[in-house]
């Protein structure tokens, strides 16, 4: 008696009856894509397609509209139209818009050195403004050498440093100020005419500094000297001593010479 039961597949014949659609199935043609098509430009004619040789060099590998296009941005520039604006709607712009001239460089070199220098004379005026505006005066009290050199007469040579001159007579040393007693200026030593003459409104005055002739009310004043513990001679421009009318003269105090 035959059984109606049919065999029981095995794993293999399972799997093998799994594939076998998949081998069986016809093979479905590949779907050829269809060539692009140039998109016509909104509103305009469709751009034409122009074969290039293989062999042409790629300098040369333009076509037709490109060189147009390439005129196209300056006349947009001229119009307006922003260069990246146009170098975006056209790259053929792209070098143009890259490459920069050497007189753009140039100007914007002198634009950016302007600006520093009106930065920096900015700074250097807020510096100024916040200085001390002191005038630098020599020290008033300095010294001016040993007793010894010094000879007999007027020794200007502290005129332009120190503005006195230094006197030696036959028993003392004593150092005159070089200021009039008129209106303080700087009177000169005439040598020649063994006297001190002021080149303001001429007043004059003899080898100690006593006033004889012009507006001058009184003699100039001397500075204080002393001796330090070198000996060398220290005057001290802050301690005058004054010959004035109806004053007692201050010129023989202690202080107001050294002895020769
Ligand atoms: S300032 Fe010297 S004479 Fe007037």
């Not at 140039?38 to 004619?45: E, F, I, Q």
């Not at 120190?162 to 200021?179: G, M, P, Q």
Request: proline letters at 11%; charged letters at 25%; one cysteine or more.
């Amino acid at each position: 008696m035959e059984s109606d039961k049919k065999p029981t597949p095995s794993a293999d014949d399972q799997v093998a009856g799994d594939r076998a659609p998949a081998e069986s199935a016809p093979a479905v043609p590949a779907v050829e894509s269809a060539p692009a098509r140039p998109t016509p430009a909104p509103g305009g004619t469709p751009p034409v397609k122009t074969e290039i040789p293989s062999g042409t060099p790629p300098a040369a590998r333009v076509a037709p509209g490109a060189a147009k296009a390439a005129a196209t941005p300056t006349a947009a520039i001229a119009k307006g139209i922003p260069k990246a604006v146009a170098a975006r709607q056209n790259p053929t712009t792209v070098v143009e818009a890259t490459t920069d001239a050497p007189v753009n460089k140039m100007r914007r070199r002198i634009v950016w050195a302007s600006m520093a220098g009106f930065f920096a004379a900015i700074g250097l005026a807020t510096m100024r403004f916040f200085l001390p505006r002191a005038i630098m005066e020599p020290s008033s009290v300095f010294r001016i050498g040993f007793p010894g050199d010094y000879s007999l007469g007027v020794d200007t040579k502290w005129q332009q440093q120190f503005r006195i001159w230094v006197v030696k007579n036959s028993d003392r040393i004593f150092v005159i100020t070089a200021i009039c007693t008129h209106l303080g200026c700087t009177p000169d030593w005439k040598s020649s005419e063994n006297k001190f003459k002021c080149p303001c409104h001429g007043s004059g005055y003899d080898s100690e500094g006593v006033n004889f002739e012009g507006p001058a009310p009184r003699p100039m004043d001397r500075a204080n000297v002393s001796l330090d513990a070198e000996c060398q001679i220290v005057v001290n421009k802050d301690r005058v001593f004054k010959s004035e009318k109806g004053k007692e003269s201050q010129f023989d105090d202690e202080g107001a010479y050294l002895p020769a």
